[in-house]
């Protein structure tokens, strides 16, 4: 026997919908939720020759609602109706003024598969400091007010194997970028 929806019926609909799922698993007949939720981009832009990224913070809704405070995040958001690829340029623009030009792509990832439709498109992104063209802080009609800090990767990294990165997409980024480019997270030596 072959794990089968057998019916969706809408529960919400909305920026994202809640469906409730009747399921045949095996020889069981059950009811689950999901979380339908367009997919997003996220890149890791980080300048090779000063050994430093681009992360932003800004106030989460969930985090704040469990009393969490901002923390570094990769830049990210939803794609709309373009390319992951455009998507994370244009979100570049937008929450840090980083106009990238070359854009590698990592992995695309569901970010948690039992509840939610949501992928994430990964890239890294090399930049350098005059490609930082635009103000940044994020799309006014979005109410976003993006903190854009550069943070030595070095540092990021420590952050990433103490456990204190609280950002799946940056988590994934930091790795994926070490795996690549080991010699970018020497600490300087003067």
Known sequence: MTDTVLAVRPLYRGWLSLQLLTLRLGDIECDRAIV?????????????????A?????????VLYLGGEPFAEAIAGVTE????????????????GLALRSVEAVAQVW???????????????????????????????????????????????????????????????LQALRLRRPELFARNIT
Do not use: C, N
Request: net charge negative.
């Open 81 to 96: 109706d373009e390319a992951p690829m455009d998507t994370a340029r244009r979100e570049a623009f937008e929450e840090t």
């Open 36 to 52: 339908e939720h367009v997919s997003g981009a996220t890149v890791l832009a980080y300048d090779p020759d000063r050994r430093v």
């Open 111 to 173: 970010m948690t598969p039992s509840s939610t439709t949501e992928r994430v498109h990964l890239f890294l992104a090399e930049y350098r400091a005059e490609d930082r063209i635009g103000a940044g802080g994020g799309a006014a009609d979005e109410i976003e007010t993006i903190d854009a800090r550069e943070e030595p990767l070095a540092d990021l990294w420590d952050e990433a194997v103490s456990g204190r990165v609280g950002d799946a997409k940056l988590f994934m980024l």
């Open 54 to 62: 681009m992360t932003v913070r800004q106030t989460r809704d969930a």
